[in-house]
Structure formats: C-alpha cells, structure tokens
C-alpha cells in the first residue's frame, strides 16, 4: 500500500544540514510539506505559522536543546496535541526517560531509515 502523506506537514528541527536534507528528500517524496528549522529559536518562530501536524527534534542543539524545545511546544496549548519525535544519535534509556519528561511522545535515533521516518508519521497520522 503507497503511503498517502499528501497535505501533511512536517517539521524537522536539527542543527545538521544533512539530517534536515535527508528528512526534507524521504519527506517530499510521499507527499509532505516539509518546514525546517536549525534550532528551537528558529523551530518556534516557524510553528506558529506553519502549524505543523508533526515535528521531528533534534535533541543535541546549539541554544535551545530539543527537550527544551518539546517541552515549550508541548505548553503552548495550541500545539499541546502536535506529535513531537525525539531524534537522537544515542539511543539510551536515560534520553528516552527525559524524552518522555518533556512531552515527546517517541523517540528516533538517528541515522534513521526511510522505513523508520515513515512508519513513525503512520503511527501519528491516521491513514487517509
């Protein structure tokens, strides 16, 4: 079954060039619209107009970190229910744990597949 991601919006915050290039190419080729942003300052300025349907955060950022910046999403009541996926190149127990702290509701470690990016979208967004 092709994935029907049409009108969805993504939104990938991550300091790496790369990590946003990759996630913008797998991401446009279903069907998203994709914002991206380089750190949370950047990612709040955006979300408020994009009003993305999920975010993908990097955890390790300069300035605002990506707990920071889920858990001030995550209070702002108008992006309280926006799905928030943690991106980390550590996959520990301790990161998952303070993931869940701040509000993301999963956790994706990075290098991350194609499979990965996509079936955590699915998770989140009904089929349409």
Same mark, same amino acid.
């Given at each position: 079954m092709?994935?029907?991601?049409?009108?969805?919006?993504?939104?990938?915050?991550?300091?790496?060039?790369?990590?946003?290039?990759?996630?913008?190419?797998l991401?446009?080729?279903?069907? &998203?619209?994709? %914002?991206?942003?380089?750190?949370? /300052?950047? +990612?709040?300025?955006? =979300?408020a107009? #994009?009003?993305? *349907?999920?975010?993908?955060?990097?955890?390790?950022?300069?300035?605002?970190?990506?707990?920071?910046? &889920?858990?001030? %999403?995550?209070?702002?009541?108008? /992006?309280? +229910?926006t799905?928030? =996926?943690?991106? #980390?190149?550590? *996959?520990?127990?301790?990161?998952?744990?303070?993931?869940?702290?701040?509000?993301?509701?999963?956790?994706?470690?990075?290098?991350?597949?194609?499979?990965?990016?996509?079936?955590?979208?699915?998770?989140?967004?009904?089929?349409?």
């Open positions: 092709e994935d029907n991601f049409e009108n969805l919006k993504i939104m990938v915050i991550d300091d790496s060039k790369t990590i946003r290039r990759t996630a913008e190419t991401l446009k080729k279903v069907g &998203c619209t994709v %914002i991206t942003a380089t750190d949370g /300052f950047d +990612a709040l300025a955006k =979300i107009d #994009s009003h993305p *349907d999920i975010i993908f955060v990097d955890i390790m950022m300069p300035r605002l970190d990506g707990y920071q910046t &889920c858990a001030l %999403i995550k209070n702002n009541s108008a /992006f309280k +229910a799905p928030v =996926i943690m991106l #980390s190149s550590k *996959d520990g127990l301790f990161d998952k744990a303070k993931g869940r702290i701040v509000g993301s509701d999963q956790y994706l470690t990075k290098p991350f597949s194609k499979d990965e990016l996509l079936g955590t979208i699915r998770t989140y967004i009904p089929a349409s």
